[in-house]
């Protein structure tokens, strides 16, 4: 954690919480001290310990910074197993994705919803994480549809990439994106169907690769992020 992120109003972390063991066992922490915080999607000041006890870390928190934009960047993800949606989630995040869109698709196990990812809200925690690793305060909108085409439905950008190791799609490496919002959409471990892959380009979708490797979706989910980014001018 390279930053404490709070709730709007949250002051108080009980000792069951993965914030007030890492204020207490790695940064060391005791009351008086002070180190660097936020609040989810808003400011960046310094946390100070008012008290702690058995029952959690009590904080005060002062501004000094205004809120860690994020990159207007939309990833469209395919359902993956939530083991790798896990990760792919809390990289997307700490590289600095605006908004990512979970839709069912074709090929994928619908199964995967029922997962505790979903059900229990655990998807949430990992973005915290996420955002903490990046030492911002941002942290991406979440969505998770039915549909890849109610995902198509909500997605906003001047481009949209379909990444596709089709024959002849362009090289993401190589796109024009400076200056311009982009939806990127990275299929499920079987891939997209014929019929979305379809879908895709009917709606402005441009195939891409990156290079000519089959890859898997978490790879292509944080490559893909990357080289986008990269194009779009933002690292």
């Known amino acids: 954690m390279n930053i404490i992120l709070l709730e709007k109003d949250e ?15 790695v940064l060391h922490m005791s009351v008086g001290d002070s180190f660097r915080a936020g609040v989810v999607n808003s400011v960046e000041g310094t946390a100070t310990i008012v008290s702690s006890d058995k029952a959690g870390i009590t904080l005060a928190f002062t501004a000094s910074a205004d809120a860690s934009e994020l990159y207007p960047l939309t990833l469209i993800v395919a359902q993956v197993r939530p083991i790798c949606m896990r990760r792919i989630l809390r990289e997307a995040v700490s590289l600095g994705v605006r908004r990512i869109l979970l839709p069912v698709s074709d090929l994928g196990e619908k199964s995967y919803l029922s997962s505790s990812l979903y059900t229990e809200g655990e998807y949430k925690k990992i973005l915290l994480d996420g955002a ?6 941002g942290v991406s909108s979440v969505s998770i549809l039915p549909s890849v085409q109610e995902a198509m439905e909500i997605a906003e950008g001047e481009k949209k990439i379909l990444l596709d190791n089709r024959k002849g799609a362009e090289q993401l490496s190589q796109a024009a994106l400076a200056g311009k919002s982009v939806v990127l959409a990275i299929g499920p471990e079987r891939g997209w169907s014929e019929r979305e892959v379809e879908l ?12 000519g490797r089959i890859l898997r979706t978490e790879t292509a989910a944080v490559g893909g992020t990357l080289l986008a980014l990269s194009r779009m001018g933002y690292v």
Not at 11 to 19: A, K, M, N, T, V
Not at 200 to 211: D, H, Q
Request: proline share 6%; hydrophobic share 35%; no cysteine.
């Open 132 to 137: 903490m690793q990046s030492g911002k305060t």
């Open 11 to 25: 002051l108080f972390l009980p000792s069951s919480d993965e914030r007030a063991k890492h204020i207490r066992n």
């Open 200 to 211: 895709f380009i009917g709606n402005g979708y441009t195939p891409m690769l990156i290079g």
